[in-house]
């Protein structure tokens, strides 16, 4: 699959075990999230247009696994576990977090990387990313400082990816404060720093800052 996606695309695709992904994340092993895995098999859809987001679950957070990440992983903090299945093959954009993301590819996916260092002024080139392909069935942590967004399909079905993250994240904010911090500018969501493309309609219409300078490009499969 790696080798066939660097065939049809003009950008390098990287692998997730690959050493360039080692400032963006790791390899999370040691944990069972075949429940997990199950449940997003047996009781979630694709969309057959774009992309829908879960931010939490309750029977997926009822699995016993669930102790494990909450009490290991993050350390005794609070987190949430959700989902995000669907069709996208564009960039539209980065986010980030206070604390790391976890990643299960139910599905393969490939996934448009940045660092936070990478922003000038909130906004983030396009031609400084990476490209990184997950496989089905690998649990990656990505990093406080990476940028993400939602995965990219590497079939015509779509991704599923279960998402795990410090409770509260991706959902509204009490209060849309903004003060002298840059940064502010683009807290759109609880713990949810976002830039945008000027062509992904959904992100500004939520009033996302646009950030993502240059093409969106498109992710053949």
């Known amino acids: 699959m790696l080798n066939h996606l660097n ?3 003009d950008v390098k695709i990287f692998s997730v075990f690959d050493e360039e992904f080692k400032t963006y ?3 999370v092993k040691g944990y069972d999230f075949t429940e997990l895995v199950d449940y997003m098999r ?3 859809e694709i969309p057959e247009i774009g992309n829908v987001y879960v931010p939490s679950v ?3 957070e009822k699995l016993p696994v669930y102790h494990d990440i909450q009490n290991v992983l993050y350390g005794d903090m609070p987190v949430q ?3 995000c299945n669907g069709r996208n093959s564009t960039y539209n954009g980065f986010e980030y977090h206070k604390g790391s993301e976890i990643n299960i590819a139910v599905t393969d996916f490939m996934l448009v990387l940045g660092h936070i260092w990478e922003l000038e002024d909130n906004c983030f080139y396009v031609g400084n990313e990476k490209v990184f392909f997950v496989p089905k069935g690998t649990a990656i942590e990505m ?3 990476t940028l ?3 995965p990219c399909k590497t079939c015509d079905e779509g991704f599923k990816d279960i998402v795990i993250l410090p409770r509260g994240t991706n959902t509204p904010r009490d209060e ?3 003060n002298a911090d840059s940064e502010s500018a683009i807290l759109l969501q609880k713990n949810k720093w976002v830039i945008a493309h000027k062509d992904r309609e959904p992100l500004v219409k939520q009033g996302a800052f646009i950030g993502l300078i240059g093409e969106n490009k498109k992710l053949q499969y």
Request: proline residues 0%; positive net charge.
């Open 148 to 150: 993400h967004l939602s």
């Open 176 to 178: 849309k404060v903004r």
């Open 7 to 9: 065939e049809v695309n």
């Open 42 to 44: 047996d009781n979630t």
């Open 143 to 145: 990093y406080q400082t």
């Open 58 to 60: 309750k029977e997926m």
């Open 25 to 27: 994340g790791r390899i």
């Open 81 to 83: 576990i959700g989902y």
